[in-house]
């Protein structure tokens, strides 16, 4: 498609509960990248992929949270054991080769 | 540590007049530099970018400056219209593929 799409638009879930969030990047776009918004204005880096391999996961709390990009499969992003902390707007963004991001508008997922 | 920083969490501008917006960062392998807005409930959208290989790139009421000796950039919005009030993020990275590193926000009001 012609827009980074994101679903769900909003998520919730019981503290200890899985979240899994999904992202269609732009049709052609090699780059996947997940971002956290936790206060109103910081973006986090969580993770990024190129075409289905991980690029840079630097970001990742590698405990709970995973990441996935599979050929012909939207990009998905999954915590397990959801914690307080973990509410927060995830956005998805997708580059065609690396330089300018273009970002879906976002899930909101709280924690209760 | 904040490695790009939007010192003014908000400006107010009068419809018709010029809005500049700053922005200042303090990696020099920063090399690539983007500027997004972003309505509430939305992802944030590209407006316009610039490489360091430049001073100055301009679309249309948009145009971005770059400074590389003071590690500053700054966008000009001329002229304003009401339709530009938002939040506005300066984001930089290096190399390629690599995670973008965001301001906090300014929020531009421009009055009718």
């Known amino acids: 498609g012609e827009e980074v799409a994101q679903t769900p638009k909003h998520l919730v879930r019981g503290e200890g509960q899985k979240a899994k969030l999904y992202c269609a990047p732009i049709?052609?776009?090699?780059?996947v990248f997940w971002y956290q918004q936790v206060l109103k204005n910081e973006f986090k880096f969580l993770i990024s992929f190129q075409n289905e391999n991980v690029f840079d996961e630097t970001g990742m709390p590698k405990e709970r949270f995973s990441a996935k990009c599979l050929p012909n499969s939207p990009c998905s992003l999954e915590i397990q054991a959801t914690k307080l902390e973990d509410s927060a707007v995830y956005f998805c963004a997708s580059s065609p080769g690396g330089d300018t991001q273009y970002f879906g508008p976002g899930t909101r997922l709280t924690v209760l | 540590d904040q490695q790009v920083k939007q010192n003014s969490p908000s400006l107010s501008v009068q419809e018709g007049r010029i809005s500049i917006l700053n922005c200042d960062y303090t990696?020099?392998?920063?090399?690539?530099f983007l500027w997004y807005k972003k309505y509430p409930a939305e992802g944030p959208t590209f407006l316009i970018s610039i490489s360091s290989i430049k001073d100055k790139n301009e679309d249309g009421r948009f145009t971005v400056f770059l400074n590389k000796s003071a590690k500053h950039l700054s966008l000009h919005i001329v002229p304003s219209q009401p339709g530009d009030s938002a939040v506005y993020f300066c984001a930089a990275n290096w190399g390629t593929g690599n995670q973008f590193y965001f301001g906090t926000g300014t929020s531009l009001t421009v009055i009718p």
């Open positions: 990696n020099s392998m920063f090399d690539y």
């Open positions: 049709k052609g776009h090699s780059y």
